[in-house]
């Protein structure tokens, strides 16, 4: 079975500098793999995702993640943090082919501070 | 915007009772899932439609049952409602399978509070 692990439930960072969160996946098969972002009170939002192309994915807001299969992760980064990135976000991988839900990680609450 | 639409945003009901989600998918979408979150239990697959039909289950419990109408939009019934059932449902949808290079868009959810 496919599962995802988020290794930090909070991370804090202050304007301008870089984001790093953190989000290891286990699969049995080539994963397709989505980073989700959830602001408060809003729905969830696709901000990128890995479908076996290429390795280093750029998605919106300056955000990016690379899949790394022998580290099995897929951790995503921002150069810059800015204060509308103040949100929650979901690692997600999709399940066994043939199978047709998104696993969801824990999420990682991300705080930017001034 | 996602081009899903929930209704309501918010219930609250009392334990006991029966409430009805409404979910319109995206134009031309034809899969349709329903996510359950909670505080203790995170993001849970429910259950998933494509054109009408049951595709797949998850961890749905048995007072919940879902359809998709032939124009698409999809229901989730929730009945004999316990505390525990407080949550933030959300509606998903997508052309075709999501894990088959598809991805959902997710709509901005119900939240429902029992009390």
């Known amino acids: 079975a496919q599962s995802v692990t988020q290794l930090d439930s909070h991370v804090s960072v202050s304007e301008g500098t870089p984001v790093l969160l953190r989000c290891n996946y286990s699969s049995s098969y080539s994963p397709s793999l989505f980073w989700y972002v959830q602001h408060p009170n809003k729905g969830l939002q696709l901000l990128l995702k890995y479908t076996s192309a290429a390795t280093l994915v750029k998605g919106i807001n300056g955000f990016e993640a690379e899949f790394k299969k022998s580290e099995t992760s897929f951790h995503l980064t921002k150069p810059s943090a800015h204060m509308s990135d103040a949100a929650e976000y979901f690692c997600?991988?999709?399940?066994?082919?043939?199978?047709?839900?998104?696993?969801f990680g824990t999420g990682t609450r991300l705080k930017v501070l001034a | 915007d996602s081009g899903v639409t929930q209704t309501p945003k918010h219930l609250i009901t009392a334990t006991g009772q029966r409430v009805t989600l409404r979910c319109s998918p995206r134009?031309?979408?034809?899969?349709v899932y329903w996510y359950q979150q909670s505080l203790d239990q995170g993001l849970q697959f429910l259950i998933q439609?494509?054109?009408?039909?049951?595709?797949a289950k998850g961890n749905i419990l048995e007072r919940f049952s879902a359809q998709q109408f032939p124009d698409l939009h999809s229901e989730l019934n929730l009945s004999s409602l316990e505390l525990g059932d407080s949550a933030l449902y959300f509606c998903?949808?997508?052309?075709?399978?999501?894990?088959?290079?598809?991805?959902?868009?997710f709509g901005q959810g119900t939240r429902l509070t029992v009390v």
């Open positions: 998903a949808s997508s052309v075709g399978h999501t894990g088959v290079n598809t991805e959902a868009f």
């Open positions: 997600v991988v999709s399940d066994e082919p043939g199978t047709y839900k998104y696993i």
């Open positions: 439609y494509y054109n009408g039909e049951e595709r």
């Open positions: 134009s031309g979408d034809l899969s």
